[in-house]
Every structure is written in structure tokens, then in C-alpha cells.
């Protein structure tokens, strides 16, 4: 009898241990990553020293102020589209806004792009439903993800604005939100040892 509960003590301490290796630790829902993006945009943001806002590797592309106010810009329509409508602002005019000339301003209108975002997906009872993404169809997950995509592809850009003014830009963030690194859930040996490291194949020669 006291063998028996014993064993009873020690499998839900030994289970309390174990982690399921099936069971997910990375967050890849769609709040959490934009969420993560605006972290890492307010980090390029931040960096960037006022004076060289209006930084332009080349004349004819957009200044590092106006890749940004474009970035929050399309945030704000992008949302505007999941909620079943369309923002119509003349991103032109909203570069000449006079309170969008400043680092600040800039950082306060993409914050508010992004919790715009954020807050109508949270908003949103089912993103399977279809919607338009300006002339065509597709479901408001998919409108959404095409968001993040742009926001990500404009923020890759300014590593190089950063670079040519002299400032090393942050370290990337492309799984992990801040404070939420978790620890890795195996080690590197045993993870050459499973069926997955095996089965790799080098496809670059």
C-alpha cells in the first residue's frame, strides 16, 4: 500500500518536469506577432537620431520619416479594410502633416497604427470571414497577414538608412517578444540525434 501511493506522489512531480515536446512554445498568432512588430519598430524608430529623419539614401526614394509615416499609414488602412471599409487618406498630405515632422510625432502616429491594428483583430468574432482587400477577396486572417507583411517588409528597409548614417541597428526580433524568450527544449546534442536533424538535407552546395 505505501509502495502504491508513493507512486501515486511521484508521477504528477515527475510529469510537472517533463514538457510535452508536441506542444508549442513559440506564440505564432497573429496578435502576438504584431504585437512583437510594433516592439521592433519602435526600436528602429527610437534609433534613429532626429536630425537624420529626413535621410534619404537616394533622392528619389522616401526619407526615412516618410518610410515610417507610410509604414503607419497603411497600418491604419490595412484595419480599416478587416473592418469591412477603407481609409482613404492621401499619404502625401499626411507627410506634410505639420505635428508629423518631428521624431515624436512620428513615433506617436505608428504606435497608434499599430494598436489600431492590434485592436481590430482582437476585435474581430471570426477572421475567416471575407472582406476585400481593395478589389479583391479574401478572408480578414488573410487581409491581416498581408498587413504584417508590409510593415515588415518597410521596417527591413531602414537597417540600411540606420548603416549609412553611421547607427548599428537593433538586434533583430523575428521570433521573440520582449521579455518572453523561453528557453530552448532540447539540447544540441539530443537535437542531432532526432528524426528531423537526420532527415536534413544540404540544398546549397
Known amino acids: 500500500m505505501k509502495k502504491r501511493l508513493l507512486t501515486l506522489i511521484l508521477i504528477p512531480l515527475i510529469s510537472l518536469g517533463q514538457s510535452n515536446p508536441d506542444e508549442p512554445v513559440i506564440a505564432c498568432d497573429l496578435i502576438t506577432d504584431f504585437e512583437r512588430g510594433k516592439e521592433f519598430t519602435l526600436k528602429y524608430l527610437n534609433a534613429m537620431p532626429e536630425d ?3 535621410y534619404k539614401p537616394t533622392p528619389e526614394i522616401l526619407s526615412f520619416r516618410e518610410e515610417a509615416l507610410h509604414l503607419g499609414s497603411v497600418n491604419f ?85 540606420l548603416r549609412l548614417v553611421g547607427v548599428k541597428p537593433p538586434g533583430e526580433q523575428l521570433i521573440w517578444k520582449d521579455g518572453q524568450r523561453t528557453p530552448r527544449d532540447i539540447s544540441k546534442k539530443d537535437w542531432r ?8 538535407l544540404k540544398k546549397v552546395d
Open 52 to 54: 537624420k529623419y529626413e
Open 193 to 200: 540525434e532526432t528524426k528531423e536533424f537526420k532527415s536534413y
Open 77 to 161: 488602412r490595412y484595419a480599416a479594410m478587416i473592418a469591412g471599409g477603407y481609409d482613404a487618406s492621401d499619404l502625401k498630405e499626411i507627410y506634410q502633416r505639420s505635428e508629423l515632422q518631428t521624431k515624436k510625432g512620428v513615433i506617436d502616429f505608428v504606435t497608434k497604427s499599430y494598436d489600431v491594428m492590434i485592436n481590430q483583430i482582437k476585435s474581430e468574432s471570426n477572421l475567416d470571414n471575407n472582406t476585400y482587400y481593395y478589389r479583391w477577396n479574401c478572408s480578414k486572417e488573410c487581409l491581416a497577414r498581408k498587413g504584417f507583411e508590409h510593415q515588415s517588409h518597410h521596417r527591413g528597409k531602414w537597417a540600411i538608412y
